[in-house]
């Protein structure tokens, strides 16, 4: 199972997540919110706290930050983000921590995890 943990307080992570479904046509990718219990079952604690960090859950596997972000797209099927790899994980991440630390800046953070619309609903948790 393949599962996209994101903060769901955050305007920018939640229009990620219509984009993923908008373009997951084979509805490969479940979402989940940081906040909601149900990501214990599937993540440690440390994980949960930390709501500035994507979380991809993959067969088991689990991979967080700009790592994250391209294993969900090489999931989708855009085989070409692995080449991102090439740039240093410092960088990726640098980039990333920078963007997550302003996500309330660039994007409002919500008072509530919003409820997804009916097609959306169905691919979380």
């Not at 214990?40 to 706290?49: A, S, T």
């Not at 740039?87 to 660039?106: L, S």
Request: proline share 2%; with cysteine; glycine share 6%.
């Amino acid at each position: 199972m393949n599962i996209v943990f994101l903060d769901g307080k955050c305007l920018i992570c939640n229009g990620i997540i219509k984009f993923i479904y908008r373009i997951d046509r084979k509805k490969r990718i479940k979402f989940c919110h940081l906040q909601d219990e149900k990501a214990l079952n599937y993540l440690e604690q440390d994980f949960v706290k930390n709501l500035s960090t994507v979380v991809f859950y993959q067969d088991g596997k689990i991979s967080t930050k700009s790592d994250a972000a391209i294993n969900i797209m090489v999931t989708l099927g855009h085989t070409y983000f692995k080449l991102f790899r090439f740039i240093p994980r410092f960088i990726r991440d640098g980039i990333y921590q920078f963007i997550a630390k302003n996500r309330y800046i660039i994007g409002e953070e919500l008072d509530v995890c919003p409820i997804p619309e009916a097609g959306l609903a169905e691919r979380f948790l």
